[in-house]
């Protein structure tokens, strides 16, 4: 058998192992894929020939007789980083296969090797992009995802998520509610080989724990009451893609075995089935909440953990991130005011930027769309955003409201803005300004008379 089938017209993949049986099953079944085929028996020939010849992949063993195949992928990684290189490992060696993806392998394969599972990850890998796709501001649909901030924090996880992008190996992204999680997964995606194939996101804690078997790996009709036809799961909807697992913490622990065996082994088994079927799915995981304490707790199995944090990217708090904020916050009321012609007060950045979103990105983009809504004159002001900050976040000097008034007085004093709003609107129709509050007339009335507002008042909203 030629050893060298490498035209310019094809791409080229290196094969690397010692045992001339499976050099020759890989070789055979990647010419009939009408790819050009390269070989070594050792690390040395294996780095000589990725220095001295164009490869699109690498495909290593782990055990070499002159080393192991992590020599191959630090080698890549260092001085070819454009190719992609997987690696076989023995059977059921989980430690092996993590260390390698931590290394920056794109993927693995597990001896005896099967040859569908050889060939659908060469097809991802030849299909990773060469650079990263153009991005858009926006950031909205048909759009690439957008990641918005320029602070150290954040260039650090764009720089992790180009990484990651290049490799299938499993993401845990970890960070507050509204810190972006779920938007750092589309973007692995998008930069990813899997772009345009499926993106299947799952609250796993919003599925009841009976019906979980059923929704991550589907039924066979008749399996049990109501199942009246065959259903795929949500692996079987991301054959090809990739699934994401948002709040992972709530899986129980009966699922976590299950999850585990069918990532471990990229197969699953409907309900009611007696067979095994193959999927290629890609696991990225988040959640909230600290995994490792989990663990510690035992309230998440120790072996899952290590298989869904191979790669670990944590989304920073937009408290963190105050240098930001102000751009942020223009470029989302760019987005969400459309052709209005509305901006911040300087006074109202300068509030949002001492504030501690609680509720992170999710929560300024609610902060805004309210603003939008109640501001006048195109401007939006700290009156807008009805924010109030601790005193320890203020500075000094800057004039804005929460800085002003106390508690208790700059409560009164929105809500005193909101009531006589309200009675303008009504033509100063108690009853009706009860109604659009939300409030009941004896309620309003109470307030009226707490507040000092009297009906002489002319309602434009100013201060006592």
Known sequence: MNTERLRDAVARVLIVDDEKDLLDLLELALSRMGLGVGRAGTVKEALRQLDSKKYNLCL?????????????????????????????????????????????????????????????????ALKLPQSPAPSTPDGGLG??????????????VRGLIERVARSQAPVHISGESGSGKELAARLIVEKSARRGQPFIAVNCGAIPETLM?????????????????????????ADGGTLFLDEVADLPLSMQVKLLRAIQEKKVRKVGDTQEEPVDVRIISATHRSLAELVQQGKFRQDLYYRLNVIALHMPALRELRDDIADIARQLLARLRGDVAIEFAPEALELLRQYDFPGNVRELENLIERALALCNGGKITPDDLNLTVPDDNKTAGTGTAASKYSLPDYLDRVERRAILRALQQTGFNRTAAARLLGVTFRTLRYRMERLGITEKEDGQGGEA
């Open 143 to 156: 759009a690439e995802p957008v990641l918005l901030g320029k602070s150290p924090a954040m260039e650090a």
């Open 213 to 237: 078997e059923s929704e991550f790996f589907g039924y066979r009709k008749g399996s049990f009451t109501g199942a009246d036809r065959d259903r795929d799961g949500f692996f079987q909807a």
């Open 60 to 124: 290593t063993d782990m055990r070499l007789p002159d080393g192991d195949g992590l020599e191959v992928v630090n080698h890549v990684a260092a001085h070819h980083a454009e190719v992609p290189v997987a690696v076989i490992t023995a059977h059921g060696n989980m430690e092996n296969a993590i260390s390698v993806l931590k290394a920056g392998a794109f993927d693995y394969l597990s001896k005896p090797v099967a040859l569908d599972q050889l060939r659908a990850l060469v097809k991802a």
